[in-house]
């Protein structure tokens, strides 16, 4: 006999919902890349025969996706007509999709593998992998989203001549400098063959190609180049997490003073690990970070650490702004003390 979903109990129903968000997760990720979530915000509606048509789309598949998204609320989906509309979660899904695309296409290795990762005697048969190149596009949308504001708005008064960006990802900031000051130079710097890939074809559809370098490099083992002699301002989004544990942290952060001597200021902005929050009560993105970060052993220090940290280091805060979203955020303006 069939069970109809209100013939569910609370318990499976719940069960249930957790069972599709997981479904829905992957599924957002699929609209957004395949244009999905563009064309619904554009037209507000989506028929989709005509879009799998017009974009050379698998109709099945489409139509899996938004059914995924419908069973969130995403979207309303008639199965019938195929035709779908933006639902009561459409907007704030699109605010997050970078998330996302971060969970389920950046870090889907590395979820997918948490049954071996768990067991700690196989975690050397194989590592921990992570897709850079998916990392790079997700964090573009998020900084643009939620880190930039903030950025523009601590930098407006400062002159800037040449700017690094420690763990530059898709090269969007330094493209998105590069716009706003006409004379700016820029070093995007990242350790990831796949990021510099992405860095390149942003500086080359942008034509900054004479104004920005990019440097595969390692933020925490650099030595003095050419390339960073000029530098006097130093960005780093998302990656400073890296620069720990502690001592490291202070190393890495007394490097840069000798690696970029002309230096005078350090925008540093970044996710801290959450602190007095019930589990049930965690917001976006704040489990995926810590999950993921966890799993790569990778140390992640709270606000107050830090602020503690920074207290001591050859960095002195000048100015900063606190982020809501993601939770548990900060972007700070340093000077050399
Ligand atoms: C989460 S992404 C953030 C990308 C970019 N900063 C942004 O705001 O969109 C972190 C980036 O730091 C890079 N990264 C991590 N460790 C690094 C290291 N030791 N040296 C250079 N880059 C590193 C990664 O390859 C990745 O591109």
């Not at 330094?174 to 990021?195: C, E």
């Not at 019930?278 to 990778?298: I, K, N, W």
Request: proline share 5%.
């Amino acid at each position: 006999m069939t069970v109809l979903p209100d013939a569910l109990s609370a318990d499976e129903r719940y069960c249930a919902d957790t069972f599709n968000g997981a479904v829905a997760s992957a599924a957002l990720s699929a609209a957004w890349e395949a244009g999905l979530l563009d064309e619904l915000e554009r037209a507000r509606f989506l028929d989709a025969h005509a879009f799998a048509a017009g974009n050379a789309a698998h109709l099945n598949t489409l139509n899996a996706v938004l059914l995924a998204l419908a069973s969130r609320d995403i979207v309303a989906f008639d199965r019938e007509k195929m035709h779908a509309t933006p639902g009561p979660g459409f907007e704030e899904a699109l605010r997050a999709r970078g998330f996302f695309y971060w969970l389920t296409a950046g870090c889907a290795e590395l979820f997918a593998g948490l049954p071996r990762l768990v067991r700690d005697p196989q975690r050397a048969q194989g590592g921990v992998r992570r897709d850079a190149r998916a990392i790079s596009i997700a964090c573009r949308t998020i900084a643009r989203s939620f880190f930039d504001p903030p950025f523009l708005d601590l930098i407006a008064q400062a002159p800037i001549g040449v700017v690094a960006d420690l763990g530059c990802g898709s090269g969007d900031r330094i493209v998105m400098l590069a716009g706003h000051r006409p004379g700016l130079r820029a070093v995007g710097v990242d350790i990831a063959a796949d990021a510099i890939a992405v860095a390149t074809e942003a500086v080359e559809q942008a034509g900054y190609g004479d104004r920005i370098t990019l440097v595969r490099d390692d933020v925490l083992a650099l030595a003095a180049k050419p390339e960073y002699e000029h530098v006097d301002t130093l960005t780093c989004f998302l990656m400073g997490h890296d620069f720990w544990p502690r001592e490291n942290c202070l190393k890495t952060l007394r490097r840069l003073r000798e690696v970029f001597p002309n230096a005078r200021n350090l925008i540093l902005g970044d996710t801290c690990r959450s602190t007095g929050v019930p589990a049930t009560g965690l917001p976006m993105f704040t489990l995926g970070f810590e999950t993921a970060h966890a799993v790569m052993d990778t140390y992640l220090p709270t606000l107050a650490e830090w602020d503690a940290l920074l207290e001591e280091s050859d960095w002195e805060v000048v100015d900063r702004r606190m982020v809501d979203f993601p939770a548990f955020s900060f972007v700070y303006r340093l000077a050399p003390r």
